[in-house]
């Protein structure tokens, strides 16, 4: 991806222009567009540079004591701050929390407008500071997170309102106020502390942008893609098959709410688990649907082409649109209609009850009540049914469901509005084989039976996939050039890659469970009697010149791997364990996740202290208190088995304390291994994944081990 906006970049410091060494102190700091200087002539409060902390690429560490840089000359900075239509962009991880303070960032003065501002996060939350309400404190509680954060002032582009800002981390919209942000005589320019050395910042600064335009949510996705690339981080998208956008009004954007954490769209993103980076809230307070129509191309169309991702947008508005039906209506319907493909689709809500007047509010949300088809939207929320929200009176009869204007939800109303999305969110699919795809030029899948589930790629010129019988799940990657898997009996469950010229498997009988990878030129894998389980070794490949393995009695378990001219491994009784040679593929730890107060036994990375190939006690990571961490695996190939793999480690407690080890994918846990008391002595652990944890793993590229400490 590229730099948005990149001529209207006014200001740009980047730790990686400082030419020092590591652990050198940092006296001043240079912007590399308009020569806008940074500076500290104290020692004692002068940052240093930390080479090498994410991608190769370089930091600039404030101490969180008294360290911060100022600029007595900001120049063109102030002038585009002056104007209060700018972006402010802060590359940056927090290396440990400010409670109950102001770990600033980025810091000015706008005399005219907003008095101190102070770009913070402490122990709770980011937050553009000093604001009169809630909803400019942003949940954010990550320590040793690479994190993208800012805001952005000005007028919404082409909706030219009055005022609009926003926040964004990580790529993520969080719309705060219908007003601009402060500006105007703009001074007192800090970096790591405000000017007058107040709260200062225990964090690694990376770079800070500030442009004299107002970036729209995608291109602020499009600067995190941009920042992920060069320090060689994953985008938080990457591995979602759709990315989550909330549209709409001021109940969108969360006014009403204490502060973004009880926002609809936020509760909703919990619930749905997905972190900044993977869902955006383009809600506006005072927007019409058919200003949502117009501000779509820009602001959330765009989402769809950064990320590569289908679209699920939840969408709703009814109160500054409301009037006589059946105008209201038909502007939704133009929404609907200009949104809706087969990549974007919409939950789209109704009303909620407000004390104003609500002219036609009931033939507006029986219209839709009568009529919405899938033709029309992909999942409706009939959110003026919902028992305390939705109904004529539910202001006067649940008034804790409303804060005080009667028209905003509260925290609890808002929580409610969230379920009533989640579900419909939930309910949205988009076509072609689930969770894959399936293309060939002719008949990539053809079914003359039932077909409960398919799931995998099926490409081949004909014919990728014939069934002549019933599969109740059939998974996995079948190429040939003609009848990959060809099925005349019954196969319950059927697994793995099979390639073949022709005929890759041939079951005349009943195969209850085949997996595994088996290639040959002919005949790879025929049973001409029982096989209650072949998974070419469970753990491994078997295949040979000519008939990689033929069985004509009966094999329990076959485990191996058989490489030979002819015959790879001929059975003419019974087999329990063939235990040859198997190829092993591992999963190290490459990146500390979620450090906690877990520390290395050398160096800063814990991941480094449990890399190694072969086991090592001389470094490994510990904690003396009740801590979790969390160490991010190697991506590796599926092995499209669901038996044999395991997560090792080695463990012990001088104290005799406990640890429980998760397998993690993504947020969702995989498998858990507690151990109520360590022994004192290092012990290895080998914990077999069972066959239902093996196959609850989606993407192996995903995967990390966690390891919570219970001294």
């Excluded at 109740?472 to 469950?493: D, F, K, Y």
Aim: glycine content about 10%; aromatic content about 10%; hydrophobic content about 35%.
């Amino acid at each position: 991806m590229a730099l948005p906006q990149s001529a209207h970049i006014i200001a740009h410091w980047a730790a990686n222009s400082l030419a020092l060494a590591n652990n050198d102190p940092v006296t001043s700091w240079t912007d590399s567009v308009n020569s806008i200087v940074a500076a500290q002539s104290n020692g004692a409060k002068q940052p240093i540079f930390k080479t090498n902390i994410y991608g190769g690429r370089p930091s600039v560490r404030f101490d969180g004591s008294n360290d911060l840089l100022t600029i007595a000359t900001p120049g063109a900075l102030a002038t585009a701050l002056d104007t209060r239509t700018y972006s402010v962009m802060i590359v940056f991880q927090k290396l440990s929390n400010t409670v109950g303070g102001f770990g600033t960032l980025f810091s000015f003065t706008a005399t005219t407008v907003g008095g101190n501002v102070y770009y913070i996060c402490d122990d709770s939350r980011v937050q553009r500071y000093p604001a009169s309400i809630g909803s400019y404190t942003t949940p954010f509680t990550s320590l040793n997170s690479f994190t993208t954060y800012g805001n952005t002032s000005g007028v919404g582009g082409a909706l030219a309102l009055s005022g609009l800002e926003r926040t964004f981390v990580n790529g993520t919209c969080i719309p705060i106020d219908t007003i601009k942000a402060p500006g105007g005589t703009t001074a007192s320019f800090a970096i790591g502390c405000d000017a007058t050395e107040y709260f200062p910042v225990n964090a690694d600064i990376f770079e800070i942008y500030v442009w004299d335009v107002e970036l729209t949510p995608p291109e602020s996705l499009e600067f995190h893609d941009y920042i992920c690339g060069i320090y060689s981080q994953t985008t938080p998208w990457n591995s979602l098959s759709h990315f989550t956008v909330f549209d709409g009004d001021s109940l969108t954007q969360g006014v009403g709410a204490t502060t973004v954490g009880y926002s609809y769209p936020y509760v909703a993103a919990q619930s749905l688990s997905l972190s900044y980076g993977q869902w955006s809230n383009c809600g506006i307070g005072t927007l019409l649907m058919s200003q949502m129509t117009s501000k779509f191309s820009a602001d959330i169309a765009p989402y769809a082409t950064l990320t590569g991702k289908n679209l699920k947008i939840a969408a709703f508005e009814w109160y500054n649109q409301r009037g006589a039906d059946p105008t209201p209506r038909n502007n939704s319907l133009a929404y609907l209609s200009a949104v809706r493909s087969s990549t974007i689709k919409v939950a789209f809500g109704t009303s909620t009850d407000s004390t104003d007047s609500e002219i036609d509010r009931g033939a507006y949300d029986s219209y839709f009540d009568a009529n919405h088809t899938s033709a029309t939207i992909d999942a409706y929320v009939s959110t003026h049914t919902s028992t305390h929200i939705g109904p004529d009176g539910s202001v006067t009869t649940y008034p804790t469901y409303f804060s005080a204007d009667s028209l905003h939800l509260s925290n609890t109303g808002y929580a409610e509005l969230a379920g009533l999305f989640v579900t419909g969110l939930n309910g949205i699919t988009f076509g072609g084989v689930p969770q894959s795809y399936s293309y060939s030029a002719v008949g990539g899948l053809q079914t003359g039976g039932a077909a409960t589930k398919i799931k995998g790629r099926v490409s081949v010129a004909s014919g990728g996939l014939q069934t002549g019988g019933a599969i109740t799940e059939s998974r996995g990657h079948v190429p040939a050039a003609s009848g990959g898997l060809i099925i005349s009996g019954s196969a319950n469950e059927t697994r793995g890659h099979v390639p073949a010229s022709s005929g890759g498997i041939t079951l005349g009988g009943n195969v209850i469970d085949i997996r595994g990878t088996v290639p040959a030129p002919s005949g790879g894998l025929q049973l001409g009697g029982h096989a209650n389980m072949s998974s070419s070794g469970l753990q491994s490949y078997i295949y040979s010149a000519s008939g990689g393995l033929s069985l004509s009695g009966f094999a329990a378990t076959i485990r191996t791997v058989g490489k030979t001219s002819s015959g790879g491994v001929v059975l003419s009784g019974a087999a329990t364990i063939l235990p040859t040679y198997m190829t092993q593929t591992v999963a190290r730890p490459v990146t500390d996740t979620t450090p906690g107060a877990w520390l290395p036994s050398a160096g800063i990375d814990l991941f480094a202290m449990v890399d190694e190939v072969v086991a090592d006690d001389a470094d490994y990571i510990y904690a003396t208190t009740a801590s979790t961490c969390k160490l991010a695996l190697n991506a590796v190939t599926d092995p499209l088995t669901s038996s044999g793999q395991v997560v090792s480690y080695r463990a012990w407690s001088p104290t005799s304390g406990g640890l429980v080890v998760k397998l993690m994918q993504g947020a969702t846990v995989i498998a858990t291994w507690t151990h109520v008391t360590l022994p004192t002595a290092a012990t290895t652990y080998n914990q077999a994944l069972t066959a239902g944890e093996c196959d609850a793993i989606t993407n192996y590229a995903t995967l990390s081990v966690q390891m919570e400490s219970t001294v």
